[in-house]
């Protein structure tokens, strides 16, 4: 039963995770329900290990469909990979306290100003080109590893909501780019988690099988409805972070 409990758990988190991230929301505390007896971090290296192959599938889903700036892209990949192994090798000697703090209120921010610009991320209008948009996005793929890394609840939204403000991006385009960074600090971890024995190979594997189809569908969906339908679910995804984070850091 729980394996089963736990399938679907990883389908739905695929899904939500293709769209505007946040799967996380979903398959950590469904593997803290099914196995409580597990190291916490044992726990979180097989939830790598299960979004990585989802995350992965629907990155091949955009860039099939949405056009990217690889000379951009990649570059930026590289600084989350390497600032996201930091910040897993950094939370091993330093406490995430005060940023789980406050983490509510930084994404109350971010669901007030999405909510209150009608427009925004409707449009694709990239404000940069060249060398100042590679700098920049590797500056926010190097800062959002080291924090995925480190601590991690809502990283791709945070991407999103950096890539549609700071560069103009629509959300389509922005989640395309996400996904991309993602893969990259979900392998860092996984290779972190994977190097100290905090992996449960058989059970990631298997949710990962149910992670992409979850994935498969959601970034389809995404990609047949566009940016409208993205916004939809980016603002439904950060008002439950901030539950789920308030809870964490206030009442847990």
């Known amino acids: 039963m729980d394996f089963i409990v736990l399938g679907m758990a990883a389908f739905f988190a ?28 044992t726990l979180l290296g097989t939830n790598k290990l299960a979004g990585i192959w989802g995350t992965t599938a629907a990155a091949v889903n955009y860039v099939k469909a949405v056009r990217l700036r690889w000379s951009m892209v ?11 192994f930091a910040g897993a090798f950094a939370v091993t000697h330093i406490p995430p306290t005060y940023l789980r703090k406050s983490l509510p209120f930084i994404l109350l921010a971010v669901a007030v100003y999405t909510f209150r610009k009608k427009d925004f991320g409707s449009t694709h209008a990239p404000l940069y080109h060249g060398d100042k948009e590679r700098t920049m996005a590797m500056l926010v793929g190097g800062g959002i590893g080291f924090y995925d890394g480190f601590f991690g609840p809502g990283t791709g939204s945070f991407l999103m ?40 190979w058989q059970v990631g594997f298997a949710m990962a099988v149910c992670g992409v189809l979850g994935s ?37």
């Open 74 to 84: 990649l570059p930026a990949a590289a600084m989350a990979f390497l600032f996201a």
């Open 161 to 200: 909501f950096l890539f549609v403000r700071l560069f103009g991006y629509d959300f389509l385009s922005a989640s395309a780019v996400a996904k991309v960074l993602n893969v990259a600090t979900n392998a860092a971890a996984l290779l972190w988690f994977g190097y100290s024995n905090n992996v449960i």
């Open 14 to 41: 695929g899904f939500v995770d293709a769209v505007v991230g946040g799967g996380g929301l979903i398959q950590v505390p469904a593997l803290f329900s099914a196995m409580p007896n597990v190291a916490p971090a």
């Open 216 to 252: 498969l569908t959601g970034s389809r969906l995404a990609i047949k409805h566009g940016s409208g339908f993205v916004r939809k679910m980016f603002l439904l995804v950060v008002a439950a972070l901030i539950l789920k984070t308030s809870y964490d850091a206030f009442l847990k």
